[in-house]
C-alpha cells in the first residue's frame, strides 16, 4: 500500500482515544479495503502521530478500578451500617 488513506474526523478521533480496533473497522467500512490495508493505514497514522495519542491505557486504567472498588466498598459499608442494628 503505497498511496496514503484520507482518513476522516470520527476515526481519527477513535484513533486519538488510543482505540486501534474500532479504527480499523472504521477505515475498512469507509474506504471498502481489507484487513491487512486499514491496519496499515491506522498504524502508519499512528506512528507519524504519537504525541497525539492518549497514553491513559496502563496506569489510569488500573486507578479507575482501584476507585470504582473502593466506591463499592464503601457503599456496601454504608448500607450495611444503615440496615444492621446493633
Do not use: W
Request: no cysteine; aromatic share 10%.
Amino acid at each position: 500500500m503505497s498511496q496514503r488513506i484520507n482518513l476522516p474526523p470520527d476515526v481519527l478521533e477513535v484513533i486519538h482515544a488510543n482505540r486501534k480496533i474500532e479504527a480499523i473497522k472504521l477505515v475498512r467500512e469507509y474506504h471498502g479495503l481489507d484487513l491487512k490495508e486499514a491496519k496499515d493505514a491506522v498504524e502508519k497514522y499512528m506512528l507519524e502521530n504519537p504525541d497525539l495519542i492518549s497514553n491513559n491505557t496502563t496506569i489510569g486504567g488500573g486507578f479507575r478500578v482501584f476507585l470504582l472498588i473502593l466506591a463499592a466498598i464503601v457503599i456496601l459499608y454504608f448500607l450495611y451500617s444503615l440496615f444492621i442494628k446493633y
